[in-house]
């Protein structure tokens, strides 16, 4: 079974909207992180988020938050107010407790922001 | 400098040959992780290093390929008599230790090419 899905191939929005970019994601392990992370066409994996299992509240990391919903299993990145700068792969991620060997990813959702 | 460095950023090589791949992590980072994206891709998990103990290999995908770390700094990937499907970016990341809210930082790549 997929442990991150990232149900979203490709999305478009236009300059200065804001756009989420789902995930959902599996685990029995009650400690866990997810992570997400932005991949330019110039190939480096860049760290923009994180989210905690046990946290309250949101993160946020300037125009980045994610929506946090434990129950559903899903943790989506928002990006606020897009700037052309922000077409890039999108890749969400989790660490588990039990497992934290390893990041486990999703298959990404490329972003492209149009003026 | 302050990143995860690795060399070469690309390399083009015969099919047959052998190649290393090489990583410097993070100054302090006792963690360090190995991935691999093939085109188009998500990351898949090769190898992982916490400090003295012994590796996780889990992710190798086969025993051509193989991994040290010395002196819990720099690490090696080595993949014997290449083939094809060995084509792919190779990425190292480095964490501060291997608690599961830690976020793993991500060099900027080897793209491996076999002819």
């Known amino acids: 079974a997929q442990k991150i899905t990232q149900t979203q191939p490709g999305m478009f929005v236009q300059e200065k909207e804001a756009v989420t970019l789902d995930c959902t994601y599996d685990?029995?392990?009650?400690?866990?992180?997810l992570f997400w992370y932005k991949q330019p066409s110039s190939g480096e994996m860049i760290f923009l988020i994180y989210q905690g299992s046990y946290d309250q509240q949101n993160a946020t990391e300037g125009r980045y938050s994610l929506n946090f919903q434990k129950a559903r299993k899903s943790a989506n990145l928002v990006i606020s107010a897009s700037q052309l700068g922000d077409s890039a792969m999108y890749f969400c991620a989790m660490r588990e407790a039990g497992n934290t060997d390893k990041l486990i990813f999703g298959t990404g959702t490329r972003l492209q922001v149009f003026p | 400098g302050a990143g995860v460095s690795q060399s070469p950023s690309n390399k083009v090589t015969e099919k047959g040959k052998d190649v290393e791949l090489r990583c410097d992590p993070i100054?302090?980072?006792?963690?360090l992780y190995w991935y691999r994206q093939s085109l188009g891709q998500g990351l898949e998990f090769l190898i992982y290093?916490?400090?003295?103990?012994?590796?996780?290999k889990s992710g190798l995908p086969s025993d051509r390929f193989s991994a040290e770390r010395t002196g819990g700094s720099v690490s090696t990937l080595t993949i014997q008599r290449t083939q094809q499907e060995d084509s792919a970016v190779y990425l190292c990341?480095?964490?501060?230790?291997?608690?599961?809210?830690?976020?793993?930082?991500f060099g900027d790549g080897t793209r491996l090419s076999i002819l």
């Open positions: 100054s302090g980072h006792t963690a």
């Open positions: 685990t029995s392990d009650p400690s866990y992180g």
């Open positions: 990341a480095s964490s501060r230790d291997r608690g599961w809210n830690q976020p793993q930082h």
């Open positions: 290093f916490q400090g003295n103990s012994a590796p996780d």
